[in-house]
Nanobody
Framework: QVQTVESGGGSVQAGGSLTLACKTS????????IVWYRQTPGKQREMVAS???????NYATSVRGRFTISRDSAKNTVLLQMNNLKPEDSGTYYC??????????WGQGTQVTVSS
């Protein structure tokens, strides 16, 4: 069953900010790398940012310097702070962890729309 719940999307103008949240169980949060993905119509889902359970982070080139991924241990939640948003950042954002990805289990995602 679905083990990640995404929230925080919305509609903003270019240059604006949003913070997405990925809530999961304590065990998944503690034991796994969590990855944020973005999907737009007609394109494959692409990795946006990832954070290891030890805290190391990685970003897609297109978002580096604008997006920040972090862990909130008190809430078993991974946050994606998105600043200086661009229209090309629009899409449906999903989070997942390795076993969920391999099993093809995804949450409902959260929609981000950036207007120019």
């Amino acid at each position: 069953q679905v083990q990640t719940v995404e929230s925080g999307g919305g509609s903003v103008q270019a240059g604006g900010s949003l913070t997405l949240a990925c809530k999961t169980s304590r065990q998944i949060f503690t034991d796994n790398t969590i990855v944020w993905y973005r999907q737009t119509p007609g394109k494959q889902r692409e990795m946006v940012a990832s954070i290891l359970n030890g805290g190391s982070t990685n970003y897609a080139t297109s978002v580096r310097g604008r997006f920040t991924i972090s862990r909130d241990s008190a809430k078993n939640t991974v946050l994606l702070q998105m600043n200086n948003l661009k229209p090309e950042d629009s899409g449906t954002y999903y989070c997942n962890f390795p076993q969920g990805f391999l099993r093809g289990i995804w949450g409902q995602g959260t929609q981000v729309t950036v207007s120019s």
